[in-house]
């Protein structure tokens, strides 16, 4: 029995060992697995991480490209509100002055036709002196004719040569009067012209302004929400 303790420890011993050593290799295999696991799940995350990183730049780019044209959309957008507001003020001062230029081109119209007016008048009392007057020269022809044998006094003679130098004075002076007035009624035609010419300048400067106001007021209407959006960007970026 003696003999046999000795053994049987050592024996104990041998198992116990060769259990130790069993369990050892297990714990190892299993710490090999777990260093295979996290290497994997490692270098996942690293590709994961790469990814994230290379996302993240093409994003910043696509941001800088996005800032870049926010900025150049934001700069038209100032551009073409200045240009409207110029538009406006242009259409303002074209509207005022053509209203004035209306205005002046009435004032000579009615001018012209009181010239006129009043030339008919002249002309027509004109032409009732003169009838009047070469009326009584015949008249005063035909009695001459019939007493110049019996008189040789020279007075209705002399009254006669007197009215016609009359008729002759007034004709000249309604004859340089009336060249006066074509004078006059060129000038006023070449102004009238002049008058119209401007008006349609203006007209189509008035015209042009309201397409692009037009068209302007529908871009903003089409952009809608993301054109204010943009709007409010700018003035915050700004």
Not at 81 to 91: A, V
Not at 156 to 162: A, F, G, I, S, Y
Request: glycine share 4%.
């Amino acid at each position: 029995m003696a003999e046999e303790d000795p053994k049987r420890k050592l024996l104990l011993l041998i198992r116990d060992f060769a259990a130790e050593k069993s369990q050892g290799e297990r714990r190892v295999s299993d710490l090999k697995k777990r260093f295979l696991d996290r290497q994997a799940h490692f270098e996942t995350a690293s590709n994961e991480l790469e990814k994230a990183k290379r996302a993240r730049e093409a994003a910043e780019g696509e941001l800088r490209g996005s800032q870049a044209q926010l900025d150049r959309t934001c700069a038209s957008l100032r551009a073409q509100e200045e240009r409207i507001s110029g538009l406006q003020g242009e259409i303002s001062n074209a509207t005022s002055e053509l209203q004035a230029i209306k205005k002046d081109g009435d004032i000579r119209r009615d001018e012209f036709i009181r010239a006129m007016q009043q030339l008919n008048v002249k002309i027509r009392k004109f032409h009732e002196r003169a009838f009047q007057a070469l009326k009584a020269c015949n008249a005063e022809v035909q009695t001459d004719m019939s007493i110049e044998t019996a008189n040789s006094d020279q007075t209705p003679k002399l009254e006669n040569e007197n009215n016609l130098k009359d008729l002759e004075s007034e004709i000249l002076s309604i004859n340089a009067e009336i060249h006066g007035l074509e004078e006059e009624c060129q000038q006023a035609l070449h102004d009238v012209n002049a008058v119209h010419d401007e008006v349609a300048r203006l007209e189509r400067k008035v015209s042009l302004g309201e397409a692009i106001m037009l068209e302007s007021e529908r871009l903003k209407q089409l952009l809608g929400y993301p054109f204010n959006i943009l709007r409010f960007l700018c003035l915050v970026l700004t």
